[in-house]
């Protein structure tokens, strides 16, 4: 049987004199805490390049939840996806219908924008995060109400894998 452990994550953010954002996230677990502190200036555009199929609708929904959040997108259509997936070495089982690359990370699927922005300021020591497959619900995917529930896994060089977020509904 697997132990899980709890965790709790709190988050204060402040703006400072130079107007930069601070942010204080705090995760605690049965087992420790983690306190870091991270300075992200509010002017900072992301820049984000995703690899596409030609006639991928839901990634072009995808696009759009980034652009709307403040990300500049240049978007790459291509016939050979599963070359980017291999040139980024994307363990098999977590592929998605688009690759992204932002600040070196693989960025795979369709992952809430809330999850790419913590991947970008934490800058954790993986080589990325994916959301296998295609939910319904998460963005770019998105289907009336019926949303499924899913898990951002992220992944290192070696290609393990743990989970980074999870979404139930």
Sequence with gaps: MNKKSLFLITSIAAVGI???????HTL??????VHSVTE????????????????CGCCGGWIEHMKQAGFQVT???TTELDKIKQQYNLPAGLESC???IADGYVIEGHIPVADVKRLLTEKPDIAGIAVPGMPLGTPGMEAGDIKE??????????GEIQVFQ????
């Design 149 to 158: 529930p899913f898990q951002v896994l992220a992944f290192n060089q070696k």
């Design 18 to 24: 130079t107007g930069a954002v601070y942010t204080t």
């Design 98 to 100: 688009h690759t992204t």
């Design 28 to 33: 605690t677990s049965t087992s420790h805490n």
């Design 40 to 55: 992200v200036a509010n002017t900072e555009v992301k820049q984000i390049t995703v690899y596409r199929t030609p006639t």
């Design 75 to 77: 978007d790459i259509k």
């Design 166 to 169: 999870e979404y139930k509904f």
